[in-house]
């Protein structure tokens, strides 16, 4: 158990719509960071947050948006879902910034768009 | 993209035999680390090799680096069905922070 906590863990909506995944990190963990992983694309870095601020960017779409909260839990919004989106998307988390360790990872939410 | 490419995308062993996956990467890096995932779960650390680093062990284990050819590899010694997973380097930029993620190689080690 890495300690991440990641709800929820299945999710199946409609193209259009909008779902809302949230993660939970490490005690004493101020840094999380939001990966998708796609069939056949590997992790992609979407965004990281450090202390309720946005620290780092990756490859997120406008439709995709994320925030930490002062509990220091994290919620990435994803809206106007395609087909495409579905995917696993993965938080981790990692004590400081800027950091260069290992990262622990949640156990993902799996998002079904049909 | 500034993300890792591993080598091979899947490989298929029997138990007892050695694996080895291979890393490239594009730009400098402070460290490159390796994960393993279990099917459908989430990724758990194995190793780390800071860029000063050049070989590693962790006990069956073994990482090296080479930084001029920006390229890593990791090495399973006697391998048990239970290391069936995917593996994927991941390299840490100077700056901190981002860590890019390569595509991923799938092990399967046949009882």
């Known amino acids: 158990d890495s300690g991440v906590t990641q709800t929820p863990k299945h999710l199946i909506t409609a193209t259009g719509q909008r779902v809302t995944l949230r993660c939970s990190p490490r005690s004493g963990d101020l840094s999380v960071y939001w990966y998708q992983q796609s069939l056949d694309q590997g992790l992609q870095f979407l965004i990281q947050?450090?202390?309720?601020?946005?620290?780092a960017k990756g490859n997120i779409l406008e439709r995709f948006s994320a925030q930490q909260f002062p509990d220091l839990h994290s919620e990435l919004n994803l809206s106007s879902l395609e087909l495409g989106d579905s995917a696993l998307y993965f938080c981790a988390s990692s004590v400081g910034h800027p950091y260069t360790g290992e990262l622990f990872f949640g156990e993902g939410s799996r998002l079904t768009v049909l | 993209s500034q993300q890792g490419e591993e080598d091979p995308q899947a490989l298929s062993i029997q138990e007892g035999e050695n694996a080895t996956m291979n890393c490239s990467y594009k730009?400098?890096?402070?460290?490159l680390q390796w994960y393993r995932q279990n099917s459908g779960r989430g990724l758990v650390h194995l190793i780390l090799i800071r860029s000063n680093e050049r070989e590693k062990h962790s006990g069956r284990l073994r990482v090296t680096l080479d930084t001029s050819k920006k390229s890593s590899s990791l090495l399973i010694t006697a391998s048990r069905a239970a290391d069936t997973a995917s593996y994927f380097c991941a390299t840490v930029l100077n700056t901190g922070n981002q860590f890019y993620f390569g595509t991923g190689t799938s092990l399967t080690v046949i009882p």
């Open positions: 947050y450090y202390n309720g601020e946005e620290r």
């Open positions: 730009t400098s890096i402070n460290n």
